[in-house]
Each structure stands twice: as C-alpha cells, then as structure tokens.
Nanobody
Framework: QVQLVESGGGLVQAGGSLRLSCAAAGRTFSINTMGWFRQAPGKEREFVAAIKWMIGGTSYADSVKGRFTISRDNAKNTMYLEMNSLKSEDTAVYYC?????????????WGQGSQVTVSS
C-alpha cells in the first residue's frame, strides 16, 4: 500500500503562483510513476503532469506546459507541482496519484485532493 497526502492548495489571484506537495508513505519503493490530475466543477478529471519516480522523466498536458513544473525529492518521498502564471481555468481540485510497478497504465493510489482557486 502507498499513502498519499497533499498540501499547498489555496486561493490566488490570476497571474500568481502556488506550489502543491504530495508526500508518499508506505511501500514507496514500489512506485514507478507519480502524477497530478485535476477536476473542475462539472468537468471530468484530467491529466496535468507526471514524473517517473526514479529517473525523473516528465510529461505535461498542453494546457499547463511552460507554466507548471513537476518535480520530486526522493529522499523526502515527496512530489511537487509548481504552478505559475495561474489562470481562472486552472481552478480545480488537484489530486496526486501513484502508479506502482506492474500496474499497467492505471494509477493505483490517490491523494485526498487539494482545492486550487484562481480569482480573476
């Protein structure tokens, strides 16, 4: 089992910045990939960014490319999402997720969610 705890959401003005954190606990050695997803009111959950836990390779949704940066600190078992130049359309509940080795393409574990609200 892997437990994920998020922190760092809040209210920010358009153009501002926020950093989300996701602390992993439990069988962290089994993690292959970690990612960030978001869900806005009335919309489906969408992919934001992902990072390979050991080698650090990253991928981003086109909507956040150049504004958001995903990173991780393996020593702290923590993943981050640095969000800059925030827009009102970035308002959503943000979830971190972990995919373990052997799990295919599905993310197996999810955080509790963190509200990000961008005011225009």
């Amino acid at each position: 089992q892997v437990q994920l705890v998020e922190s760092g959401g809040g209210l920010v003005q358009a153009g501002g910045s926020l950093r989300l954190s996701c602390a992993a606990a439990g069988r962290t050695f089994s993690i292959n990939t970690m990612g960030w997803f978001r869900q806005a009111p009335g919309k489906e959950r969408e992919f934001v960014a992902a990072i390979k836990w050991m080698i650090g390779g990253t991928s981003y949704a086109d909507s956040v490319k150049g504004r958001f940066t995903i990173s991780r600190d393996n020593a702290k078992n923590t993943m981050y999402l640095e969000m800059n130049s925030l827009k009102s359309e970035d308002t959503a509940v943000y979830y971190c997720a972990a995919r373990v080795y052997g799990a295919g393409t599905e993310y197996n574990y999810w955080g509790q969610g963190s509200q990000v609200t961008v005011s225009s």
